[in-house]
């Protein structure tokens, strides 16, 4: 018994192997093309052991994958950029694994030294550690008396609140300063970031080091709960550090004014906590950058700025402003200036015109 089928029939066409891989690579390409490109996690290391005078030890974190990092070991200061170089290592895998380094017998007395893992394509992660308790400091090259900022210096400087003599003094320890710079030092209320604050000295930071340094507490805060702490530099206001510490218990909170900094007066939200994030969403190569912001305050106006890899976004093109509103999150969409177009990776900050508030990031941009 014959059966009626559906099923239309075709006539059978018979297509060339290689004109099959020829589509099949071309729908690749076409797929690669309209992906989303996300920011690479930043690598860093962590020491986990010293042998003074002879090796260290260090732990890698969100490291790509099968990538060569020259790794040098130099003074400390100077993230270990123009160090001595002591070995190459492979990526492998990526992600975190151990590894050692021999220090070089230069620097074998040395108190404290850089170690820096670089694949000279904007990639890399640098860490310091103490070499010898009693070794002697040494000033790096590139320290000099002049006011710019050498080339190698990357990051932001940071600090540490140490102890604190209630109603008298505070001790704090600075970590990361750009070196031969004069930082004026101001307390203020607690929730200001020190910004207007009463100067209450100076701080020099010599070649970058750490230093641990102390400050006596204004009359008129002696009595505050709490007290912030910043550090600016004088010329240009271009880095600054700011802290806060408990001062008195049970002391006062003093409410504060409305307007602070010098970029203009905006509104202070007492109630907002943490800091401005970004993310990156999707990248159009050589054209445009879609972020993500979270946790930003409220009613204020961020410039967006875009620089080289490794700049934190600052001093870079302004390439539009975003405007806070409620606070809620947003995806915003910026495009890549002329300048940064042939860059592999590129940098994004927002920050208010008063540099109260600020967020970076970082993209691939190939």
């Given at each position: 018994?014959?059966?009626?089928?559906?099923?239309q029939?075709f006539?059978?066409?018979?297509i060339p192997?290689?004109?099959?891989?020829?589509?099949l690579?071309?729908?690749?390409?076409?797929?690669?093309?309209?992906?989303p490109?996300s920011a690479?996690p930043?690598?860093t290391?962590?020491?986990l052991s010293?042998?003074p005078?002879?090796s260290?030890k260090l732990?890698t974190?969100?490291?790509?994958?099968?990538?060569?990092?020259?790794?040098?070991?130099g003074?400390f200061?100077?993230?270990?950029?123009?160090g001595?170089?002591?070995?190459?290592t492979?990526?492998?895998?990526g992600g975190?694994?151990e590894?050692?380094y021999?220090?070089?017998?230069?620097?074998?007395?040395?108190?404290?030294l850089?170690i820096?893992?670089?694949t000279?394509?904007?990639?890399y992660a640098?860490?310091?550690?103490?070499n010898?308790?009693d070794g002697t400091?040494?000033?790096?090259?590139?320290?000099?008396?002049?006011?710019?900022?050498?080339a190698w210096y990357?990051g932001?400087?940071?600090t540490s609140?140490?102890?604190?003599?209630?109603?008298?003094s505070?001790?704090?320890?600075?970590?990361n300063?750009p070196?031969?710079?004069?930082?004026r030092?101001?307390?203020?209320h607690?929730g200001t970031?020190?910004?207007n604050?009463?100067?209450?000295?100076?701080?020099?930071?010599?070649?970058g080091?750490?230093?641990?340094?102390?400050?006596?507490?204004p009359d008129?805060?002696?009595?505050?709960?709490q007290l912030a702490?910043r550090f600016e530099?004088?010329?240009?206001?271009?880095?600054?550090?700011?802290d806060?510490f408990?001062n008195?218990?049970?002391?006062?909170?003093?409410?504060?004014?409305?307007?602070?900094?010098?970029?203009g007066?905006y509104?202070?939200d007492?109630?907002?906590?943490g800091?401005?994030?970004?993310?990156i969403?999707s990248?159009?190569?050589?054209?445009?950058?879609t972020?993500?912001?979270?946790n930003?305050?409220?009613n204020?106006?961020?410039?967006?700025?875009?620089?080289?890899?490794?700049t934190?976004g600052?001093g870079?093109?302004?390439?539009?402003?975003?405007e806070?509103?409620?606070?809620?999150?947003?995806e915003?969409?910026?495009t890549?200036?002329?300048s940064?177009?042939?860059?592999?990776?590129i940098?994004?900050r927002?920050?208010?015109?008063?540099g109260?508030?600020?967020?970076?990031?970082?993209?691939?941009?190939?």
């Amino acid at each position: 018994m014959k059966t009626n089928s559906a099923m239309q029939k075709f006539p059978r066409v018979n297509i060339p192997w290689t004109t099959l891989i020829t589509i099949l690579m071309t729908m690749v390409l076409i797929m690669g093309i309209v992906t989303p490109v996300s920011a690479m996690p930043i690598p860093t290391t962590s020491i986990l052991s010293v042998d003074p005078g002879v090796s260290v030890k260090l732990r890698t974190h969100n490291f790509p994958k099968n990538m060569d990092f020259v790794v040098t070991i130099g003074l400390f200061g100077t993230l270990g950029k123009g160090g001595i170089e002591v070995a190459t290592t492979n990526s492998g895998e990526g992600g975190s694994f151990e590894v050692s380094y021999n220090i070089p017998d230069s620097l074998k007395n040395e108190k404290m030294l850089s170690i820096r893992l670089d694949t000279h394509k904007g990639i890399y992660a640098y860490d310091f550690f103490t070499n010898k308790a009693d070794g002697t400091t040494t000033s790096s090259s590139s320290s000099t008396t002049s006011t710019t900022t050498p080339a190698w210096y990357v990051g932001y400087p940071t600090t540490s609140i140490v102890s604190v003599v209630a109603g008298e003094s505070v001790s704090i320890k600075t970590y990361n300063f750009p070196p031969n710079r004069t930082f004026r030092v101001r307390i203020n209320h607690f929730g200001t970031l020190g910004v207007n604050g009463t100067e209450v000295g100076t701080y020099e930071s010599g070649g970058g080091e750490s230093k641990e340094v102390t400050f006596n507490i204004p009359d008129g805060l002696k009595g505050d709960a709490q007290l912030a702490i910043r550090f600016e530099t004088t010329s240009d206001k271009l880095y600054y550090a700011y802290d806060w510490f408990n001062n008195v218990t049970g002391g006062t909170s003093s409410s504060t004014s409305t307007t602070y900094g010098t970029g203009g007066p905006y509104t202070y939200d007492k109630n907002y906590t943490g800091i401005p994030l970004t993310s990156i969403i999707s990248v159009k190569v050589d054209e445009s950058v879609t972020v993500k912001t979270s946790n930003f305050p409220k009613n204020q106006t961020f410039k967006v700025l875009m620089n080289d890899f490794g700049t934190l976004g600052v001093g870079g093109t302004e390439v539009g402003t975003y405007e806070s509103g409620d606070g809620a999150a947003k995806e915003v969409t910026f495009t890549i200036p002329d300048s940064l177009k042939d860059n592999d990776q590129i940098a994004i900050r927002f920050q208010t015109s008063n540099g109260y508030y600020y967020s970076y990031d970082y993209f691939s941009n190939k």
